[in-house]
């Protein structure tokens, strides 16, 4: 195989770096455009449990359903639509009328108990239980939302909350938060945009622009279909959206991918947890099509279409294969400029970090943790610009012990180019087997447990134990990650440059110039 020429360590560095202040400002510059201002404006109460058919929306006499909340038209700068808590109000919720950025319009919820519930009951195909079509400034908020007819498959394409762009011109300043989605019934595998329906959708057509300043942040969504969180622009490469933050959300039991994103410039998706993914097992071949289709492959955290995307503080596990893919992050088609740090990807079925055509990617101080088949692998390529190059593998800590393992996989027989993997700490007891699209630039990693001969060799390779306190300890959540520490920094060596600011896994600043091995390095 060619020795492809080795990309200088330092001016990878300052590639990245710039990647990385970039994303820093967009990830900054969202939260502040998201934030809802206090502002004047109606407050309209809506009780489906004691409500009248004349009511004004008072406290005294609110709305007694959500069609009366239709009926009123739109809904002006500040004001508020709040349903009583503890009740439930059957049918769906399109408002119309948008806010502005010092006054959002709110949509949640007043009085004691439980969230409302917003119980759509399966509605028409391509539509949602609560939906906003081609407005700016909304919170959602405080709410239980839920779209089932009761019947597990089904050939209909819903949403649990759905937004849609279908203008030019570009919606902002959407919130949505605090929500609890749940039992969404959509169509996991015919054909159409399976993947653009589900808990929380964000959907631009192809004649819209796309939205900016978009948050979905501390959500519950819990066994739907088919995708958990979802923001798909059509319009792309015409119009992509911007700044997206996605954050400390919780997605459990997907029928497919629990965090997917296409046609998105500038974002970061962070601090959720992706588990038991994939949960397709019940679904019928009428409604799921041929398994080992398209429609069948599915990860936790997927960008594709997508650049200057930050991925970190993500948990993934349990990711199921079902007839394809099967990982914990997949970086696909179309991406360009990701970045993959702090992570915590464990017993996935298939693998912990997928790339499929990847461009320009750095995966850096995360933990990947007995994930089943292949730690890292490579896939995809049947086209030229699907062939991942630039790609930059350090400071990770990799932990295999099953027997039918590979480290580092490549699926098809594709060339990729400029691939580097520096300053990793990897624990096996498998079979711990390599194989690449190209020849690696390997330096400075050291591989601790059975050894193979496909080893990527370079300077600096080491053998001895790490130090770290007990890797291959950690259970569910940040919090158990402790094994990963250093208990004799010394011993893990130092390792090549890598750009910088940096933070280890643990919050702590890195020396990059001379950063310790692994994700735990100062």
């Known amino acids: 195989m060619r020795r492809l020429p080795i990309p200088r360590p330092l001016a990878s560095a300052r590639r990245l770096g710039a990647v990385l202040l970039a994303l820093a400002v967009a990830a900054a510059g969202t939260v502040a455009a998201a934030a809802p201002a206090a502002a004047d404006g109606t407050v309209f109460h809506v009780s489906c449990r004691s409500g009248a058919a004349t009511g004004t929306g008072s406290i005294a006499k609110p709305f007694a359903s959500l069609a009366r909340v239709a009926a009123h038209g739109a809904f002006a700068p500040g004001d508020r639509i709040l349903l009583e808590r503890g009740t439930t109000c059957r049918g769906r919720l399109v408002p119309r009328g948008s806010g502005t950025a010092a006054a959002p319009i709110v949509l949640g919820a007043y009085g004691r108990g439980a969230r409302p519930v917003i119980a759509a009951g399966g509605t028409r195909n391509g539509t949602g239980a609560v939906q906003l079509v081609d407005v700016s400034y909304w919170t959602v908020q405080d709410l239980r939302v839920t779209n089932t007819t009761g019947r597990w498959d089904t050939g209909v394409y819903r949403a649990g909350v759905l937004l849609r762009s ?109 588990a038991h993914g994939s949960n397709i097992s019940r679904c019928r071949p009428a409604q799921c099509g041929r398994m080992g289709g398209p429609s069948t492959a599915n990860a936790g955290i997927w960008p594709t279409l997508s650049s200057g995307i930050r991925i970190d503080h993500n948990e993934v596990y349990g990711e199921h294969r079902a007839a394809g893919d099967g990982s914990g992050i997949d970086v696909d088609l179309g991406t360009n400029g990701i970045v993959v740090e702090h992570n915590f990807l464990h017993d996935n079925e298939r693998g912990g970090i997928m790339f499929c055509g990847a461009h320009g990617t750095t995966v850096r101080f995360n933990v990947l943790e007995d994930n089943g088949v292949n730690a890292i692998w490579f896939t995809c390529g049947w086209q030229p610009d699907q062939r991942p190059r ?38 096996c007891s498998g079979r711990c087997a390599y194989s690449w699209p190209s020849r690696p630039y390997a330096a400075s990693n050291t591989y601790v447990g059975t050894r193979s001969s496909t080893e990527p060799k370079g300077p600096g390779t080491r053998h001895n134990s790490p130090g770290l306190r007990a890797p291959g300890s950690g259970g569910i959540g940040f919090a158990s990650l402790s094994g990963y520490r250093l208990a004799r920094p010394a011993s893990a060596g130092r390792g090549v440059p890598i750009a910088g600011p940096a933070t280890d896994l643990f919050g702590r600043a890195v020396d990059v110039r001379r950063p310790v091995r692994g994700a735990s390095g100062r």
């Open 390 to 427: 630039d790609i930059t593998i350090t400071n990770n800590d990799i932990v295999s012990r099953s027997s039918a393992d590979w480290l580092v996989r490549n699926v098809h027989p594709f060339a990729g180019r400029d691939i580097r993997f520096t300053n990793n700490l990897v624990l």
């Open 166 to 274: 279908t203008t030019r011109v570009r919606r902002l300043g959407i919130v949505v938060q605090r929500l609890l989605v749940d039992h969404v019934d959509s169509n996991p595998g015919g054909r159409g945009d399976t993947r653009a329906y589900g808990g929380i959708v964000a959907q631009t057509t192809a004649k819209g622009v796309g939205f900016g300043g978009m948050v979905i942040r501390g959500n519950t969504v819990n066994g739907v279909g088919r995708s958990g969180i979802a923001v798909f622009n059509r319009a792309f490469p015409v119009s992509t959206d911007r700044d997206l933050r996605i954050t400390s959300n919780s997605v459990r039991r997907a029928r497919g991918d629990s965090i997917v994103i296409s046609g998105v410039d500038g974002g970061r998706i962070d601090h959720n947890t992706s």
